[in-house]
């Protein structure tokens, strides 16, 4: 059974940190390209960040996005991270980390997803 558990989320004020992480059982992270994507009440589901094979793997970031967060493998413990710094209200989403085979923008590109991990930037 292939899982994928996205956690970290949380209630932040603007300018905190936030550290989200994305869990695998039944697959090996590092054999797939991930991306994590956000979804806000009502809209469409967005890649945030996107990062490709291996260890040297290539990152892509959407525009509002980049110099704030960095995604990140440590495929020894077959985790991806988000880090997430100088978080803005417009962050606010729920958070899902995607696995697939090619690096792509849209979600049907991706064969396995977690479950999301609600991230609320506010004062």
């Known amino acids: 059974e292939v899982q994928l558990q996205a956690s970290g989320g949380g209630s932040v004020q603007p300018g905190g940190s936030l550290r989200l992480s994305c869990a695998a059982s039944?697959?090996?992270?590092?054999?797939?390209?991930i991306t994590w994507f956000r979804q806000v009440s009502g809209k469409e589901r967005e890649a945030v960040s996107t990062?490709?094979?291996?260890?040297?793997?290539?990152?892509y970031y959407i525009d509002s996005v980049r110099g704030r967060f960095t995604i990140s493998r440590d495929n020894a413990k077959n985790m991806v991270y988000l880090q997430m710094t100088s978080l803005k209200p417009e962050d606010t989403a729920v958070y899902f980390c995607?696995?697939?085979?090619?690096?792509?923008?849209?979600?049907?590109?991706?064969?396995?997803w977690g479950q999301g991990t609600q991230v609320t930037v506010s004062s």
């Open positions: 995607a696995a697939g085979g090619q690096i792509s923008t849209y979600p049907i590109a991706y064969d396995y």
């Open positions: 039944g697959l090996t992270l590092g054999r797939y390209v």
């Open positions: 990062i490709g094979f291996g260890p040297d793997g290539q990152t």
